[in-house]
């Protein structure tokens, strides 16, 4: 019998989790405006965080680049190699959409990260790469057409979009 009730109490936890579970999930759609909004931010500060460690790594991994050097392409003609994001550029991340942007100027080896708020913050691919805008990564300089890329840029609509059925949640 005081095994029948270890089980009984073990399933009766095990079910009030689940409960508190759904309960977290059903009201984070009846959170209010701000409250979602800074659940975005956080988000994007994770994925900042996430896309840095792997851009390190990336740098890191790539073998063909000795000094930022490509086997027969010159630095700086063939392909750009900042060595640090230039100071001045023109992009502005004010009236755009949250999400990432290949900066033109800079031959796409810089890429800006808005914010909802307005805040931007600006990033170096490594030598030998540049921000891919059409899969928002840093890709071979060679597999970019950078020229094209603010054409791209409404890509970063679908970023932060709340799913049809979310949204339906929130107009009720």
């Not at 009766?12 to 409960?19: N, S």
Request: charged share 20%.
């Amino acid at each position: 019998i005081t095994k029948k009730k270890k089980n009984i109490t073990t399933k009766k936890k095990q079910i009030q989790k689940a409960a508190d579970i759904m309960a977290a999930t059903t009201t984070a759609a009846n959170k209010s405006p701000q409250q979602q909004q800074h659940r975005r931010q956080q988000h994007l500060q994770w994925s900042a965080c996430i896309m840095i460690v792997v851009f390190g790594l990336f740098s890191m991994l790539a073998g063909n680049c000795v000094n930022g050097q490509i086997d027969g392409y010159t630095a700086g003609e063939d392909y750009p190699a900042y060595d640090a994001v230039p100071k001045g550029l023109a992009f502005n991340c004010q009236g755009r959409q949250p999400g990432y942007y290949a900066d033109t100027e800079t031959r796409c080896q810089v890429w800006h990260w808005c914010l909802h708020s307005g805040h931007q913050y600006s990033f170096l691919c490594p030598n030998g790469t540049v921000f891919n805008q059409a899969v928002r990564v840093c890709d071979w300089w060679s597999n970019v057409n950078c020229e094209g890329s603010e054409q791209l840029y409404q890509n970063n609509d679908e970023l932060y979009r709340i799913p049809e059925r979310q949204q339906q949640l929130n107009d009720v």
